[in-house]
């Protein structure tokens, strides 16, 4: 699903609008100390206890084949999606779209992007690696004047469209509404039925109509460490699956 065109974009726009491994040579002793040693901790590779292939019974197989089948199907639906409905939309690798999701122009997702069904996106969202928007989020306003007298709203045409950007490794609950033209950092959490007005800082926590900053999810060392595994390439990782 990637292609050379959005990861040229993804590398002009690194120190703007998605963030960077800023204050590197910090970040890289972060990650040293933190035992990351440059990499993202990959569960196939760590010392947890996992069956060997050799031993995989049955039903073990069949769920490993079932796993990888409904992997390829999804990736097969994501790219007739992307070719026919989202036309010109640009998306990286791993990109999952929900049922009913309503797309406009000048979209752009990076790799492991997660839309979750009846989503409603205006033109010219943009949204970074490994970030996840839940079921009926919305991105509306800035679509109508409404201060010229004598004139009906209906009529009375469209502002300059604007951009609306969601960094890296962000998760928007539920519901949640923002109104196009913010700005949300890297790394932050908004909760389900918010209703975001302004921009959100990097790594907050943010609740409630309209949305306020309840908390952050890093201190700022860990903020350091997890910028600097943001900005790595991106890398698969294991999938929590569905709520049991």
């Known amino acids: 699903?990637?292609?050379?065109?959005?990861?040229?974009l993804?590398?002009?726009r690194e120190s703007t609008e998605f963030g960077s491994g800023s204050a590197a040579a910090e970040a890289a002793?972060?990650?040293?100390?933190?035992?990351m040693n440059g990499t993202i901790p990959d569960i196939k590779n760590s010392n947890l206890s996992v069956p060997s292939v050799g031993?995989?019974?049955v039903a073990g197989w069949r769920s490993v084949l079932v796993g990888e089948s409904k992997g390829v199907i999804k990736q097969i639906r994501a790219w007739i999606l992307v070719r026919f409905r989202y036309r010109g939309a640009l998306v990286g690798k791993s990109f999952h779209v929900g049922k009913l999701v309503s797309i406009g122009a000048g979209f752009i997702a990076g790799d492991y992007v997660y839309i979750g069904p009846h989503s409603q996106l205006p033109p010219h969202v943009h949204v970074g690696h490994y970030t996840s928007?839940?079921?009926?989020?919305?991105?509306v306003g800035a679509d109508h004047y409404f201060d010229k007298p004598g004139v009906?709203?209906?009529?009375?045409g469209r502002p300059p469209?604007?951009?609306?950007?969601?960094?890296r490794d962000v998760l928007i609950g539920h519901g949640a509404i923002l109104l196009r033209g913010i700005t949300i950092g890297n790394g932050a959490v908004v909760g389900a039925g918010a209703v975001v007005t302004r921009d959100v800082p990097p790594y907050a926590i943010v609740a409630g109509i309209p949305a306020k900053v309840m908390r952050y999810r890093f201190d700022e060392q860990e903020q350091v460490i997890h910028e600097a595994m943001?900005?790595?390439p991106t890398k698969r990782g294991e999938h929590p699956g569905p709520l049991k």
């Open 29 to 35: 002793l972060l990650l040293r100390r933190s035992g």
């Open 230 to 232: 943001l900005a790595l």
């Open 1 to 8: 699903m990637a292609d050379g065109t959005s990861d040229l």
């Open 152 to 156: 009906p709203v209906v009529f009375s």
């Open 161 to 167: 469209s604007c951009a609306t950007t969601i960094g």
């Open 10 to 12: 993804y590398e002009k």
């Open 55 to 57: 031993k995989l019974n």
């Open 133 to 139: 928007l839940s079921a009926h989020v919305s991105i």
